[in-house]
Each structure stands twice: as structure tokens, then as C-alpha cells.
């Protein structure tokens, strides 16, 4: 059995916290937080915890969110990569990859954009840092043949790559280097 989720309230406010603090963030009364233990989900439903930043006003707690719903997930045909995003990408998602200059990164993103656009999905390879020679040798050294499907767009102006994406609406967009 787990050991009760801690919730801290104010005294004065009433608003609740997963940490405590040495001052209530909703009213700003210092030494007012205290500690009490709510029950884990069960029999009886814990209080949802107020979240005093929310825009809307109107928080919802936890429990009623279909949080447990599987994503859809593209497989992406490289194998390391989809257990690395737990199956592959999400469609409309946003999925960074970072690291240490020279590691491979945009070696592994070729990579990707080949397989993708090799089963016929239109990928776009946004790249503003190397230029369509340096990309184009890559490419050339992963697959001698490169699908047609597989679309280059040399362009560092974010509303230009933004509009090109909105106009050709490829399956998969990669854009190397997001920095530049």
C-alpha cells in the first residue's frame, strides 16, 4: 500500500499545494502553509488541488483527465528511435532532439527523414545551418536514392519556414538546426 499523497493548504486562503512553502503563493500570508494527508485514488476521491496559475480559472482535477488514453503513434522504421519516443512520433507533436556538437544528431534526423519519406510520406528538411551541399552528401551517403517524396527547404526566417509548412503540409517536418 502507498503511503498518503501530502497536500499543503493555506490557513487563511484555503488554497492547496503539492510542496510546501514559507509563504501562500494565492494571498501572500507568510507561515500560513500547513501539511495534511489526502488518501490515494480509491474508494474515495481526493480533493484536486488548486492550481494557482491557471488561466482559465477553472482547474480540473487529475483524475478527470484522460491522461491513461494512448496516443496514436507512427512507427518511424528505426527501431531505436521508436522505443526512444515509446513507439514513435505523435502526430502534431513537437519532439526536440539535443546534444553535444558532432554527435550525430543530424546523421540520425537524415536518417529519419530517408525512412519516412521512403514509405511515401511527403517530409520536409528544414536546415539553416548547413547548407543544401553539406545535407544533400549526407543524404546521398545514407541512400544512393533519394525518395522523392523527401522535400529540402534552405531557410532561416521562421514565418517563411512556418508558411511553407501551412502551403506544402508535409507528413513529417525536420528542421536542423532549430537555434539557427
Do not use: M
Given at each position: 500500500m502507498k503511503a498518503p499523497a501530502q497536500v499543503f493548504e493555506c490557513s487563511k486562503c484555503g488554497a492547496q499545494s503539492s510542496k510546501?512553502?514559507?509563504r501562500c503563493a494565492e494571498c501572500g500570508t507568510w507561515g500560513s502553509i500547513s501539511q495534511d494527508a489526502v488518501p490515494h485514488v480509491g474508494a474515495q476521491r481526493a480533493a484536486p488541488l488548486r492550481n494557482s496559475n491557471a488561466k482559465s480559472g477553472s482547474p480540473e482535477p487529475f483524475l478527470d483527465l484522460n491522461l491513461g488514453a494512448k496516443s496514436e503513434r507512427v512507427p518511424t522504421g528505426l527501431p531505436v528511435f521508436d522505443r526512444l519516443l515509446s513507439g514513435g512520433l505523435v502526430p502534431g507533436s513537437v519532439?526536440?532532439?539535443g546534444g553535444e556538437p558532432g554527435i550525430g544528431k543530424s546523421t540520425l534526423l537524415a536518417q529519419l527523414a530517408l525512412k519516412v519519406a521512403g514509405t511515401g510520406k511527403t517530409v520536409m528538411y528544414v536546415t539553416g545551418e548547413e547548407s543544401p551541399a553539406q545535407v544533400s552528401l549526407r543524404l546521398k551517403r545514407l541512400s544512393p536514392v533519394l525518395?522523392?517524396?523527401?522535400?529540402f527547404l534552405d531557410e532561416t526566417d521562421a514565418?517563411?519556414?512556418a508558411?511553407?509548412?501551412a502551403k506544402e503540409k508535409p507528413h513529417l517536418t525536420?528542421?536542423?538546426s532549430i537555434q539557427t
Open positions: 510546501w512553502a514559507g519532439t526536440l532532439l525518395p522523392p517524396t523527401l522535400l514565418a517563411t519556414v508558411a511553407t509548412i525536420i528542421v536542423d
